[in-house]
T-cell receptor
């Protein structure tokens, strides 16, 4: 089930902030937004997640709009190693575990 | 490193054969999810196991089956392999208390000839 939409690709200059948007207009009140990235068909790497408040960790910031229908992942100072496919995922929270529905992903290329 | 391991790393099978893929979850995690990722696509949810029981399934036929063991490791079995089963198979483990981030293993690359 496609619950998120993302641009297919984006470029970012090295050292600049990369802002990756995601639309999740059908999100419901108990669904979290997760971001993962995947480099060269390795296993997806967890970046950050949030429910309705903005979140920040050592890797990135997550900005969620007040209506929760969209969000933006911000990599504050992109490096060449940040070149990857970034997935915005809606988690369906349940009492026993959770299920991820991956979107199409955004291929981010960081340019020297 | 997530602490999630998968074996084998690569596998070649022929159409009609059966395959078993294995996943060891991160310490303290009791939930394992399996995903199929075809070339150029995002991962697609196959099913999830929680405390040895199937806990949700994606749009995959019954020839995709699984097991979870008391130590929470897991197997994915695929019978009657088809060419379209060629993909990267990913497993992810998580805890089920509070915010349950999934941590992915490196995957098993399956090629069906």
């Amino acid at each position: 089930d496609a619950k998120t939409t993302q641009p297919t690709s984006m470029d970012c200059a090295e050292g600049r902030a990369a802002n990756l948007p995601c639309n999740h207009s059908t999100i419901s009140g108990n669904e979290y937004v997760y971001w993962y990235r995947q480099i060269h068909s390795q296993g997806p790497q967890y970046i950050i997640h949030g429910l309705k408040n903005n979140e920040t960790n050592e890797m990135a910031s997550l900005i969620i709009t007040e209506d929760r229908k969209s969000s933006t992942l911000i990599l504050p100072h992109a490096t060449l190693r940040d070149t990857a496919v970034y997935y915005c995922i809606v988690r369906v929270g349940r009492d026993t575990g959770n299920q991820f529905y991956f979107g199409t992903g955004t291929s981010l290329t960081v340019i020297p | 490193e997530t602490g999630v391991t998968q074996s084998p790393t690569h596998l070649i099978k022929t159409r009609g054969q059966q395959v078993t893929l294995r996943c060891s979850s991160q310490s303290g995690h009791n939930t394992v999810s399996w995903y199929q990722q075809a070339l150029g696509q995002g991962p697609q949810f196959i099913f999830q196991y929680y405390r040895e029981e199937e806990n949700g399934r994606g749009n995959f036929p019954p020839r995709f089956s699984g097991l979870q063991f008391p130590n929470y490791s897991s197997e994915l079995n695929v019978n009657a392999l088809e060419l379209d089963d060629s993909a990267l198979y990913l497993c992810a483990s998580s805890r089920t208390s509070g915010k349950e981030t999934q941590y992915f293993g490196p995957g098993t690359r399956l090629l069906v000839l």
